[in-house]
């Protein structure tokens, strides 16, 4: 299977199945000498695990993650990083009935076609399970960015219609309610909103906004490898992405040159610096020293038990509803998930950026 590898200098590859023994990662390019230990994976790993509130499937996982290798003595040796977590809460049997029919807004028919075969307990490499690879391997990054004096910060824009308000944005309030939602109000607005899905057996989409604060200006590569483009396809490589803008996005497509520009001037330090931030701290392809701002639009969970309509593996029309344990929402469980991409992406393009230029390389020599 291909597609199951990520980054360049600083590589992933995940491996696993929701309902086989376990799902893992192998984490390829760690500098060595970085101080590592299992909870500070264990920690971005909490933060998507189910059976959390009751807006998450009830699956009941400890996800506790194991380090296999590259780690000796609490620091990195710079070899490659092994790490696992074992599945112990499989509930196959909750699937048997799905092996003869497609559920719409899954990958069951993409998946026959592709292959001719497909693991239909749990979704196999389609289920959400997937990502906790993503998520331990982001954990690693995120703690080289922070030596760097760099944060990648995710949040719940919105759920359904509920979106927050700028006006009473708070970090800290994310903690307190179970949709990460930095608003309170809004998140009661939020919370009331999914109570109603759930009474209807259905479920809710919502949009994840992420800040990368501290990226020096001049990484990313100008033409396909831009910045933008690589977090993109980090994104929207997460399995309910169904949209991605960064900046104003698709509002700069209603605005004018003189709206959308961002004014340069001089900060008081004396660096160059701009007066907005509309690009979203991206400009041809390459950052440009604001925060990089960026929005991710995600699908409703398509396992609902209201009744829909699909065919059989014979081509029959049926009616179907879906049981199991399912998230009603996806979002809440899916900002860390964000964050990590993210922590990978330009963690990989700031290692390419040290070879961009004749006086970095001869500085490092010259040490």
């Not at 994976?41 to 499937?57: A, D, E, V, W």
């Not at 799905?98 to 497909?118: E, L, M, N, V």
């Not at 391997?137 to 979106?163: D, F, K």
């Not at 879906?322 to 469980?333: F, L, Q, T, Y």
């Amino acid at each position: 299977m291909a597609g199951s590898t990520f980054g360049t200098l600083l590589s992933v590859t995940t491996w696993g199945e929701s309902h086989g023994r376990g799902i893992g990662v192998v984490i390829d390019g760690c500098p060595a000498g970085l101080p590592l230990e299992e909870n500070d994976i264990q920690i971005y790993l909490n933060r998507r695990k189910p059976g959390q509130s009751r807006f998450t499937t009830p699956r009941k996982e400890d996800d506790l993650v194991e380090i296999w290798s590259g780690v000796f003595e609490g620091k990195t040796t710079g070899t490659p990083i092994s790490l696992m977590v074992r599945n112990t809460s499989q509930r196959s049997k909750d699937y048997s009935e799905i092996a003869s029919y497609y559920r719409p807004g899954h990958a069951d028919y993409t998946y026959d076609c592709k292959y001719g075969f497909r693991d239909y307990t749990g979704g196999g490499r389609s289920s959400g399970r997937e990502t906790i690879g993503r998520v331990a391997a982001g954990a690693v990054a995120a703690r080289i960015l922070e030596t760097l004096g760099i944060t990648v910060t995710a949040y719940t824009r919105a759920i359904g219609p509920v979106e927050i308000s700028y006006d009473r944005f708070d970090l800290s309030l994310m903690e307190q309610n179970a949709v990460n939602m930095p608003d309170a109000e809004a998140a009661r607005q939020a919370e009331a909103h999914l109570d109603s899905c759930r009474a209807e057996q259905d479920s809710c989409g919502g949009i994840i906004e992420c800040v990368i604060h501290g990226m020096p200006a001049g990484v990313g590569e100008p033409c396909f490898d831009k910045l933008n483009a690589c977090l993109a396809k980090a994104v929207c490589s997460i399995g309910a992405v169904k949209g991605f803008e960064i900046g104003d996005g698709f509002a700069a497509a209603k605005s004018r040159g003189s709206e959308n520009n961002d004014a340069f001037c001089t900060a008081e330090n004396g660096t160059i610096a701009k007066k907005s931030n509309h690009a979203g701290g991206v400009l041809g392809g390459i950052s440009d020293g604001s925060d990089i701002i960026f929005r991710a639009a995600f699908k409703p969970t398509p396992s609902i038990s209201a009744e829909q309509q699909t065919v059989n593996r014979d081509g029959e029309n049926i009616t179907v509803s879906i049981h199991g344990r399912h998230d009603p929402i996806i979002v809440p469980r899916a900002v860390v998930v964000v964050e990590c991409m993210a922590a990978l992406t330009v963690l990989d393009l700031l290692m390419a950026d040290m070879t961009s230029r004749m006086d970095r390389i001869q500085a490092f020599f010259r040490r």
